[in-house]
């Protein structure tokens, strides 16, 4: 196993829903090369998740939503009360009304087409605002994405034009931060059975295509994910930014 070096390092991460979360899979990945967690998560899902937060080496946790300031204000915070400054930020966050993923996307409506991009594609530029000035040099930002971004994928809709301005966003945040040599980049990952995904109609035809198509001919997991997440959290990836990297064993590269 590679050796990281990320002992003692200190990390936030935003979208933990249950144990199949790609959140939690990176939480883990990094907890256990010695990153202390913050982990924010939403009220209505801390059922799910207390117990996946106490199998974590001493975290701090506390309730918040990326479109509630007051939330936003008392969490970080809390965050530097506990960390002082911090050296990583995972958002992995992305909603949108299951009506908003099927039919025609120029049904979207106007007040549904503006929440999913506050909370799928903005948050990530607000969170990153706030983590900024806490943020140790040579820290490193991550958000997942999707190929919905740049492809149509049936059933994707608003999702997709969300992760199209995640993308974007990543860029242009780039040259924000890196006046401090931090980094930040998205992580595109193939399709995975995940809570969020299961609101996907037709998602098992998408991890067979993925299967049949790809040239690894198989599907990527969480944990994959999480690998990746490691090493752009670590020294290794030092001049990696503004990029977004696939996961998903080759399938991006084809035509067909």
Known sequence: MANFELKGKKAI????????????????ALNKDGVRIAV????????S?????????????MPCDVVDDSLLDRFFEKVEQEFGNV??????????????????????DR??????????????????KRTYPIMNEEGSIITISYI??????????????????????????????????????AISSGPIRTQAASG??????????QIKVAPLHRLNTADDVANLALFLCS???RNITGQVIYVDAGYNNMGL
């Open 13 to 28: 991460i935003f979208g933990i829903a249950d144990e199949q979360s790609i959140a939690w899979h990176i939480a883990k």
């Open 40 to 47: 924010a998560y939403q009220k209505r899902v801390e059922n």
């Open 49 to 61: 998740i207390r117990p996946l937060i106490e199998l974590l080496d001493d975290p701090v946790s």
């Open 87 to 108: 050296d990583f930020l995972v958002h992995s966050i992305a909603f949108a009304k299951k009506e908003h993923l099927q039919g025609k996307y120029f049904e979207v």
């Open 111 to 128: 007040r549904g087409y503006q929440i999913s991009q506050e909370v799928s594609a903005y948050s990530l530029t607000e969170l990153t």
């Open 148 to 185: 919905g971004s740049i492809r149509v994928v049936p059933h994707y809709n608003l999702m997709g034009v969300c992760k199209a301005a995640l993308e974007a966003s990543v860029r242009y945040l780039s040259r924000d931060v890196g006046d401090r040599k931090i980094r930040i980049n």
């Open 200 to 209: 996907i109609t037709g998602l098992e035809k998408l991890l067979d295509h």
């Open 235 to 237: 020294n290794f990836s």
